[in-house]
DNA sequence: ACGACCATGTAACAGGTTACATGATTCT
DNA sequence: AGAATCATGTAACCTGTTACATGGTCGT
């Protein structure tokens, strides 16, 4: 159950609302945490419950009103307490990459359509991460250098699925050509 | 819902025990889909209900008897059919990333201690990798080609993995001297 | 002796997804 | 006219995790 922590570690930087904080699991954090907005609306809530952010209620013209939260003593606290703490392994979740593995029942064309697909995605998300990567290169405040290294992950690890993408294209096309 | 998917996968190739699956989704196939014996024995009980798996009763001696499950011709068209669907899109969950992100908080010593085990596990399981994709190198029948990929993807990601942790190591290293 | 491996399962609970709900503004 | 963006939330449902339960064999 580390969702909490996950958004603890956001607000740590930045006073942030549930929007903006789902918009951030959606992309650069995504990589490595995914969480949808609901999932989010119910933590923050929870937390807020038990004091580990507080919120300010902000109106605004033209858009709904927001809750802007920030994190609290108590919730740094807690932050601290779970970073010593031994880290749960990590888990995947890759549904491409089943596929692939099962891949002499799948009919080649469909699964290199997919894979062109995901190619162009992955090199837009490695794009955007090295903008932001440069963009942090040139302040260097506080705790920059560790939201670095989290786009030093997601740009590693774009690198290597791109890299990835290209075996199994090979494999494919040499697939399809027997076939003929 | 694709846990039934990744182990018709599977059985695509070999009859297996649910604790032969479970063995497998801890190893090869982990990286990029786990379970628990609890979910894989639950979701095997349901697939034999909706005849997508048979098995057979296996008693053993000085072991507790065991059922083969193999897939059947209604588990395989399923199979096809999901192949076709778009893949759902990968999710990540690395509680040790969200760490790093949190850095400034934590104490560097003991994100260090804890980096030294991951890179030891990842160490390993890259060895794993590279051994398993040696031998179906050797061997070059009709699903091999796709077993191969699904290394191949372990090992990429393993290489990328340590390349990071490198970086984080630096990074972990100098806020230490810089704290004396 | 003790732990690891083999092998299967149930039950309670926590976590996550999908669907539903609302509504103004701005861009195409 | 229609879609996207901003912004919040509830409810039903499905998935996944943790705890519990059993018991023989084999290696150290």
Redesign the interface.
């Known amino acids: 159950m580390?969702l909490r922590?996950?958004i603890?570690?956001l607000l740590?930087d930045e006073e942030a609302s549930g929007y903006d904080l789902a918009r951030e699991f959606a992309n650069s954090?995504g990589?490595?945490?995914?969480a949808t907005h609901q999932q989010i609306y119910l933590e923050l809530g929870k937390l807020n419950e038990q004091n580990m952010v507080h919120y300010r209620h902000v109106p605004q013209d033209g858009k709904p009103d927001k809750k802007l939260y920030r994190i609290t003593d108590e919730g740094?606290q807690e932050?601290?307490r779970w970073?010593?703490r031994?880290?749960?392994p990590?888990?995947?979740?890759?549904?491409?990459?089943?596929?692939?593995?099962?891949?002499?029942?799948?009919?080649p064309e469909?699964?290199l359509g997919?894979l062109d697909q995901l190619v162009q995605q992955r090199k837009e998300r490695l794009a955007n991460f090295e903008a932001e990567a440069r963009k942090l290169e040139r302040q260097s405040e506080?705790?920059s250098?560790?939201?670095h290294?989290?786009l030093?992950?997601g740009i590693?690890?774009q690198?290597?699925?791109l890299?990835?993408a290209e075996?199994?294209r090979e494999?494919l096309e040499d697939?399809l050509n027997h076939q003929h």
């Open positions: 580390s922590h996950a603890l570690v740590q954090i990589l490595v945490w995914n740094r932050l601290v970073l010593r031994p880290a749960a990590a888990r995947v979740r890759d549904a491409f990459m089943v596929k692939v593995a099962g891949g002499a029942l799948a009919d469909t699964l997919e506080g705790n250098r560790f939201q290294l989290t030093r992950r590693l690890d690198e290597a699925w890299a990835w075996e199994v494999v697939t």
